[in-house]
């Protein structure tokens, strides 16, 4: 139960404050009455898909992305589409290119889709590797991103 109410409080905290750091995030909760490591809140990012966005007042905040399992938000297709570049495929791998930084960003676009196709994926700092099943899901999943891309 305390975990649920952290969680909730934690998806409260980042969509009324720009907060930027677990560090921010954990004297935010602890502001809230609720007592937490680094540990339990980098845990906590995790768990709830985190990710980082430009800030407004600072250079970046936390965000959440949609509820619904496999569907992409607005913000989220937004996202994808302003940080691609390119999209290669190499045997069963999928790779994305992206503006530096924001390779996470795109990371957790590709996992929240959820293809039954991909095995996993590892995101860098401008580079996401998807890993297939197969070469031929790896070049359907590269149409399937290119249409995201695309709008």
Known sequence: ML???RHSKILE???EKEIE???ELCKEL???HFSVTQAT???DVRELRLFKVAGIKKRYRYASISKNEGE?????RSLFQACLESIHVVGNFVVCKTLNGNGANAGVVIDRLN???????IAGDDTVFTVCKT??????IKERLERIAKG
């Open 72 to 76: 992409l938000s607005d913000k989220m």
């Open 3 to 5: 975990r649920n109410a």
């Open 13 to 15: 905290l980042i969509e």
């Open 135 to 140: 070469p031929e899901a790896a070049q359907e």
């Open 21 to 23: 750091t677990q560090e």
């Open 41 to 43: 809140v980098s845990r």
């Open 30 to 32: 602890a502001d809230a």
């Open 115 to 121: 293809y039954e196709e991909v095995v996993g994926s």
